[in-house]
C-alpha cells in the first residue's frame, strides 16, 4: 500500500490585492483555519409528462462559488486590520497558497470581519469573503518570499547571531546556511551561529532556502556589520 500524500495545512498563505493592481498583494499575518472557496452547483428540476417511469429528471443549473473564510489572532492596529477594514465595500483579488506551491485565486468581497476580544482568552477574528466568479487553481509553484530572512543579535566573537527566517508562501521545509564574508560556514546550517575568532572582520549573513515538492527558492538576510573580537 502506497504512503499517504496527506499533509497538514501549516503554513499557508493569505493575500489580497485590489482589482486595479492584480499583483500588489496584501499579506494577512497570524491567521488559521482556512477555509478555501468550495462550490455548489444547483439542480434543475427538468420533469415533464413523460418522465420515464415517473421518475424525476434534473439538469445541472448556476454554479454558486460559495465562500472563503479564514481565523486569525486579532491584533488591533496591526496592518492587517487596516487592511481588512479597508477592504470593506471593494472586490478584492485573494490569492491562498499552499505549503506545496498550489495557489487558488479569486475576486471575493469582504462580507464579515467579526472580532471577539475575551477576558481571559486571546483576541481572535473571523473573517469571510464571498466569491464572485470561478475561482483560478495553479499547478505547484516555487516558494516564495514575502518577507526577507534577517539577523538579530550583536557580531561579536561568543555572542550568539540568530536568524528569523522570514515569511514564506508556497513552502514546506526551511533549510540555512550561514556565511563570513560570502564564503559558507562548514557545518552552520542552524537557525542561530556563534562568531569565532577566524570571522573577526568579516560580515555574517544566512541564507535560507524554502523547499516544496518540486521547487526550492534562496533568499539571503542582509550583512551584519563586521565582527569584533
Not at 448556476?62 to 496591526?78: I, K, Q, R
Not at 521545509?173 to 570571522?199: C, H, M, N
Amino acid at each position: 500500500m502506497a504512503d499517504t500524500e496527506a499533509s497538514i495545512g501549516y503554513g499557508i498563505t493569505f493575500e489580497m490585492a485590489d482589482i486595479l493592481t492584480p499583483t500588489v498583494f496584501t499579506y494577512l499575518a497570524e491567521i488559521y483555519d482556512v477555509t478555501p472557496p468550495s462550490d455548489e452547483t444547483d439542480q434543475v428540476d427538468a420533469t415533464h409528462m413523460q418522465s420515464p417511469n415517473r421518475n424525476r429528471e434534473f439538469i445541472e443549473g448556476l454554479t454558486d462559488p460559495g465562500e472563503a473564510s479564514f481565523e486569525m489572532n486579532y491584533v488591533p492596529g496591526s496592518a492587517s486590520d487596516k487592511a481588512l477594514i479597508a477592504a470593506k465595500g471593494k472586490r478584492k483579488w485573494c490569492r491562498i497558497t499552499f505549503p506545496n506551491g498550489v495557489q487558488t485565486l479569486f475576486v471575493g468581497s469582504r462580507q464579515s470581519y467579526e472580532k471577539a476580544a475575551p477576558t481571559d482568552d486571546k483576541m481572535t477574528a473571523t473573517v469571510t469573503f464571498k466569491v464572485s466568479g470561478e475561482p483560478v487553481h495553479t499547478e505547484p509553484t516555487a516558494p516564495r518570499n514575502i518577507t526577507a530572512p534577517a539577523i538579530t543579535g550583536t557580531p561579536k566573537v561568543g555572542a550568539p547571531l540568530v536568524v528569523d527566517p522570514g515569511i514564506w508562501a508556497g513552502s514546506m521545509r526551511l533549510e540555512f546556511q550561514w556565511k563570513a564574508a560570502g564564503a559558507t560556514i562548514a557545518g552552520a546550517t542552524g537557525l542561530s551561529y556563534v562568531p569565532v575568532t577566524g570571522d573577526v572582520g568579516d560580515t555574517i549573513t544566512c541564507e535560507v532556502t524554502a523547499h516544496n515538492d518540486g521547487f526550492n527558492t534562496m533568499v539571503a538576510s542582509a550583512a551584519t556589520a563586521a565582527v569584533v573580537a
